[in-house]
Antibody, heavy 123, light 108 residues
Framework: EVQLVESGGGSVKPGGSLTLSCADSGFTGFTVTNAWMAWVRQAPGKGLEWVGRIASRSDGETTEYAAPVKGRFTISRDDSKNMLFLQMNSLKTEDTAMYYC???????????WGQGTQLTVSS | VVTQEPSFSVSPGGTVTLTCGLSSGSVSSSYYPSWYQQTPGQAPRTLIYSTNSRSSGVPDRFSGSILGNKAALTITGARADDESHYYCALYVLSGIWVFGGGTKLTVL
């Protein structure tokens, strides 16, 4: 059973940076290595918002981002460690949210979800 | 913009259809509509993908379709534990998704 575990959340001041991590504690070496991965966030009391995605290594590890985070957030992966990352720079108060990592199923859906890690951006 | 009804209610045992549309244009299967259920404090759960395929472990009370110009999620035999928020997502461009605002379903 795939289990995604996010970490790295916390409180940051506006303009600051933080990196979130996502580890697959299920099938070692399979899930992250062979799958497209994505980050989805949810601001307090709000709906789900797609943040971005990274393709698998075999698909070139290309990335795409939602407009509100483009140029500030970077998704990367380390398949040797079965890890996914979300580097966040120039953080804004509106980035405050629960951040979920997900595997991307074929075709084009969010298959497995982690439990999320909370980011709070506040002065 | 992806549109969903903000709220809906259904009686226990009843049937309800939630929809997912586009503010401009029609939703078709080429958008690979997917549906997610979320209860407060929990991570989302995948229900339906590629319009009408059920995710592993999802009961057949949940079904997806295209109705007119929208994607639809139909729940039959509604139960108290179906009371949740339901979100649709559309694959709008290569590698880009947009979620709807979600529907809060009340079972009463």
């Amino acid at each position: 059973e795939v289990q995604l575990v996010e970490s790295g959340g916390g409180s940051v001041k506006p303009g600051g940076s933080l990196t979130l991590s996502c580890a697959d504690s299920g099938f070692t070496g399979f899930t992250v290595t062979n799958a497209w991965m994505a980050w989805v966030r949810q601001a307090p009391g709000k709906g789900l918002e797609w943040v971005g995605r990274i393709a698998s290594r075999s698909d070139g590890e290309t990335t795409e981002y939602a407009a509100p985070v483009k140029g500030r957030f970077t998704i990367s992966r380390d398949d040797s460690k079965n890890m996914l990352f979300l580097q966040m720079n120039s953080l804004k108060t509106e980035d405050t949210a629960m951040y979920y990592c997900t595997t991307v199923g074929n075709p084009a859906f969010f298959r497995q979800w982690g439990q999320g890690t909370q980011l709070t951006v506040s002065s | 913009v992806v549109t969903q009804e903000p709220s809906f209610s259904v009686s226990p045992g009843g049937t309800v259809t939630l929809t997912c549309g586009l503010s401009s244009g029609s939703v078709s299967s080429s958008y690979y509509p997917s549906w997610y259920q979320q209860t407060p404090g929990q991570a989302p759960r995948t229900l339906i993908y590629s319009t009408n395929s059920r995710s592993s472990g999802v009961p057949d009370r949940f079904s997806g379709s295209i109705l007119g110009n929208k994607a639809a999620l139909t729940i039959t035999g509604a139960r108290a534990d179906d009371e949740s928020h339901y979100y649709c997502a559309l694959y709008v461009l290569s590698g880009i998704w947009v979620f709807g605002g979600g529907t809060k379903l009340t079972v009463l």
